[in-house]
Nanobody, 115 residues
Framework: QVQLVESGGGLVQAGDSLVLSCVAS????????MGWFRQAPGKEREFVAL????????SSADSVKGRFTISRDNAKNTVYLQMNSLKPEDTAVYYC????????WGQGTQVTVSS
């Protein structure tokens, strides 16, 4: 099965943008549905966005609609999360996940948004 490694997190100011990447190895990435989740301190992990294996179907949480965009490049075994107009409440560890249901997880990357 695939193994997932996220990158691209960091410390930014409110209103800034970031792009998270998740690279998959050891598997057939192009057959997996992919998603992004996040977990803020003291809170449960929550869904952010998902994309079908072909990229034709996308879905995102209401809290990020219009600001975050998920995409994938199957030739590069990579899924991306473009995050614009970041808010302090977007501060969390962001995880990518694969499968239906989501059963394969990366280690996470920290995103911190200062006000």
């Amino acid at each position: 099965q695939v193994q997932l490694v996220e990158s691209g997190g960091g410390l930014v100011q409110a209103g800034d943008s970031l792009v998270l990447s998740c690279v998959a190895s050891k598997g057939t990435f192009s057959t997996y549905r992919m998603g992004w989740f996040r977990q803020a301190p003291g809170k449960e992990r929550e869904f952010v966005a998902l994309i079908s294996w072909s990229g034709s179907t996308k879905s995102s949480a209401d809290s990020v609609k219009g600001r975050f965009t998920i995409s994938r490049d199957n030739a590069k075994n990579t899924v991306y999360l473009q995050m614009n107009s970041l808010k302090p409440e977007d501060t969390a560890v962001y995880y990518c996940a694969a499968g239906t249901p989501f059963s394969i997880w990366g280690q996470g990357t920290q995103v911190t948004v200062s006000s």
